[in-house]
């Protein structure tokens, strides 16, 4: 029952992720009496995510580090660089932008896994990065926020640093260890049960913390309009950014399919929870759209790079 019910919630995320917002926006008034359930859910999720890890994955810091070097440059400056020319192109609102590179700079998404998987893509070099982008994301996301925030919001680093090391690293160093511990038996027993709960917290932190943007979404403007067009410019970029360079970088049609969705692909949970913590409800639009398009467009590039590797067996 539960694997058909994870099934169920894995095809129709496209559907279920905006419609999640839409109640949260609808019912604000339960979503901020929710809150503190936020970083539980998150740590809840990152723990079911992180039982098929395991730190074989390690080895690949040995045998492929530039190629790993070049994913997390790619998700940590070349990104967040591209977020903060548009943005402050575009719309001239320190806010936005602060949300923008946030967007950008939080880890690779756990969830990229599964379509590398699906893509026939380098499995062992995705993995090794999701762990390592979030081992280090105490020390990036907080680094590259005091960058763009500079002197115009006094933010909580040690707060921050704490809040990711309880939400992302313990918990996936909790579920690494079990998984090498039982040697692997754990992802086929309790990893597989809890995946519906993932997906069920995923809706449930976006429900919760879109109660912190429904004054803008409930007054709609050409401004809202206008994050959610370029939030989109922004992920379709990343893939199509992705594609290139792995062309240009590497032979190796696994590594460029595992490129496509590490780095195209973000925990944007994560962004979410720091976003409605620590900066003011403006910040956390251009986050939260994120999720609109995030498994549409994995799904509509997926069938992009089928078609990439069938032109590049024939060539």
């Known amino acids: 029952m539960l694997n058909s019910l994870n099934k169920y919630l894995q095809k129709w995320m496209p559907v279920l992720t905006p419609l999640s917002l839409v109640i949260g926006v609808l019912f604000e008034n339960v979503g901020h009496q929710l809150l503190f359930l936020v970083p539980w859910l998150f740590a809840f999720m990152t723990f079911a995510g992180s039982l098929s890890m395991n730190f074989e994955g390690i080895k690949s810091l040995k045998k492929y580090p530039k190629v790993i070097l070049v994913v997390i440059a790619f998700l940590h400056i070349l990104m967040p660089i591209w977020a ?88 996936s160093l909790i579920g690494v260890a079990l998984n090498e511990f039982t040697k692997g038996k754990i992802e086929l027993t309790l990893g597989k049960k809890l995946s519906p709960f993932s997906k069920l917290s995923l ?30 410019l922004l992920a379709v970029s990343g893939y199509a950014f992705c594609l290139i360079l792995g062309h240009i970088l590497w032979k190796d049609i696994s590594i460029i399919t595992m490129f496509i969705f590490t ?35 994995a799904s509509f590039f997926s069938r992009v790079t089928e078609k990439y590797q069938l032109k590049y067996a024939e060539g």
């Open 84 to 171: 903060y020319f548009v943005s402050t192109v575009i719309f001239h609102d320190h806010l936005l932008t602060i949300g923008f590179v946030l967007a950008v700079a939080v880890p690779t998404g756990v969830t990229s896994f599964i379509w590398v998987s699906i893509c026939r893509g380098h499995l062992a070099l995705c993995l090794a990065i999701i762990l390592i982008d979030t081992l280090i994301s105490p020390v990036v996301i907080p680094a590259l926020l005091h960058f763009v925030v500079g002197q115009t919001i006094e933010i909580d680093t040690i707060g921050l640093i704490l809040d990711l090391l309880w939400m992302i690293v313990v918990p």
């Open 203 to 232: 809706f449930s932190i976006v429900m919760i913390n879109s109660s912190a943007i429904a004054p803008y979404i409930k007054n709609i403007r050409l401004e809202l309009v206008c994050v959610i067009l370029v939030v989109f």
């Open 263 to 297: 780095g195209g692909m973000r925990n944007i949970a994560v962004g979410v929870v720091i976003a409605t913590t620590y900066f003011p409800a403006k910040t956390v639009m251009p986050v939260v759209f994120g999720m609109l398009f995030q498994q549409v467009l």
